[in-house]
């Protein structure tokens, strides 16, 4: 493409930006991060209502969704973080003032979404094998098969939609996400009471029932993305259908630093998969109670995505403008969000557990929850300690990530997950199976803790700032296969 077709594409930087908010600033972080963390809030809710409704249902119930849950998610999560980083090729074309490449990438996302989640397809017949050798209880066993078999099915449009969303949180348009992702929810939410308990012409489906709601609830999420992806950006004049094709050389560098990130997605989340089978192990009241935990852990933690993807995307569209110094002002107004809020959650955990935990207690069986309720609140102790550095590790490492250091995002995730996290929660419930439960927690700690203070020194040294994740503009875009 020449020089003067990039031109006569090109404009102001921070057109999709909020223009009331000085580059950098607090506001302007906020304009940004504000719906992105409801929208992630809402998908925490989301599960949190997954969670009380089965514990409603039974213990086993609850106790199969988080095995299963967790699974689905590390199976999902090299292609999830592909798709994810679309948000980062997003924000830096629509740095420099390229529509036609924001719209390249979108397609090459959504070439890569298609795919993948097609190919997940066949964890369907395996996961019965799979379930059967983490050794759980039998009856926990069988509806952790169903739940994570439903979930899989719906691989394809959960992940066409992280890509679609990223159309609008890579430029800046958040409250868009933020709307789709609440009416999402408030469509689970009703789904789960439907489909679990039955109500009306619909049976009682238990927790099919929840996974299928949440199948339910991506599918809409998608074609309403997609709907508004296609009035958007032919409103706004993005070459929507004239990018249609395969551009092997931007899809190649899509994969190239996508797939680090998804790899990292996979060894965090994959650490703690391991962790929740160990746990499970242990009886069927400690994996309750850890599910519990980390239910409620997810509170404080999933909003913290969003203000994560506003710090890629801030990031992302200053390194397209080669202002990275704005960049870092930007993330240390993050952090200092983050801290603020972590502090408020970590409060919470410690002195007001009996008040989160009401909802789960309201129709569960007396003699059942009693047994894991003073488990569930020292559980609480150890995610309040945790929390601050769990701030410091996804506000900076969503800053490097923006810049395109996702190598260094992975191998410092491997390293932590399975030196910190894995092995000693394995060797604790092997060796010491009565403190098992808690030095597995005491393990979680560590871990994370080391992960922030390791990303935090990664920003510190500043290497992210001569980093690029797209072509330079005056370089020639290579010839590209129509799709079909």
């Not at 710090?311 to 870092?328: F, K």
């Not at 020194?457 to 500043?462: A, E, H, W």
Request: one cysteine or more; aromatic letters at 12%; charged letters at 15%.
């Amino acid at each position: 493409m020449s020089q003067s077709i990039q031109e006569s594409d090109a404009r102001p930087a921070d057109e999709s930006v909020p223009a009331l908010a000085a580059p950098g600033s607090l506001r302007e972080l906020w304009l940004v991060a504000m719906p992105l963390m409801i929208s992630s809030g809402s998908l925490s809710l989301m599960h949190v209502v997954d969670r009380i409704f089965l514990t409603w249902v039974s213990v086993d119930a609850l106790a199969a969704s988080m095995p299963a849950g967790v699974f689905n998610w590390t199976v999902m999560s090299i292609p999830f973080g592909v798709a994810m980083y679309t948000n980062t090729f997003v924000a830096q074309y629509d740095g420099a003032g390229r529509h036609d490449r924001v719209v390249a990438s979108l397609w090459q996302g959504g070439v890569l979404a298609l795919l993948s989640g097609l190919l997940l397809l066949v964890g369907v017949p395996l996961a019965g094998p799979i379930f059967h050798a983490m050794g759980h209880a039998e009856n926990v066993r069988e509806m952790e098969i169903v739940y994570f078999r439903t979930l899989i099915c719906g691989a394809v449009p959960m992940l066409l939609a992280a890509v679609l969303s990223s159309f609008f949180s890579g430029r800046g348009q958040t409250r868009v996400v933020m709307w789709v992702h609440l009416g999402s929810a408030l469509l689970n939410a009703v789904l789960d009471y439907v489909l679990i308990f039955g109500a009306g012409p619909f049976p009682e489906l238990g927790i099919f029932g929840a996974a299928l709601a949440t199948v339910l609830a991506n599918v809409v999420a998608c074609a309403v993305f997609g709907i508004l992806v296609w009035r958007i950006a032919r409103s706004e004049g993005y070459p929507l259908l004239e990018q249609r094709r395969v551009d092997l050389p931007l899809l190649g560098r899509l994969v190239r630093f996508g797939v680090p990130n998804g790899m990292q997605v996979l060894v965090d989340i994959g650490a703690f998969c391991v962790f929740v089978v160990v746990v499970g192990q242990l009886g069927t009241n400690e994996l309750a109670a850890t599910n519990i935990a980390l239910n409620l852990n997810s509170l404080a933690f999933v909003p913290m995505f969003g203000l994560g993807t506003a710090v890629m995307t801030l990031v992302g569209r200053r390194i397209g403008q080669d202002e990275p110094l704005v960049a870092e002002k930007s993330t240390w107004s993050a952090l200092r969000v983050s801290l603020f809020y972590m502090a408020f959650w970590a409060g919470t955990y410690l002195f007001l557990p009996d008040l989160l935990l009401m909802p789960y207690a309201a129709f569960a069986r007396i003699d059942s929850f009693a047994e894991i309720r003073p488990v569930v609140v020292v559980l609480l102790r150890f995610v309040a300690i945790y929390s601050v550095f769990d701030a410091l590790a996804i506000v900076f490492g969503s800053a490097i990530r923006g810049a395109g250091d996702t190598r260094f995002s992975f191998w410092w995730t491997l390293a932590c997950g399975w030196c910190l996290l894995v092995l000693p929660a394995w060797w604790l419930s092997r060796n010491i199976p009565e403190h098992g439960l808690y030095g597995c927690w005491g393990a979680a700690s560590v871990y994370i803790t080391a992960m922030g203070v390791g990303f935090c020194l990664r920003f510190r040294g500043g290497l992210w700032k001569s980093m690029r994740v797209i072509e330079s503009g005056e370089e020639a875009v290579p010839d590209d296969l129509p799709l079909p």
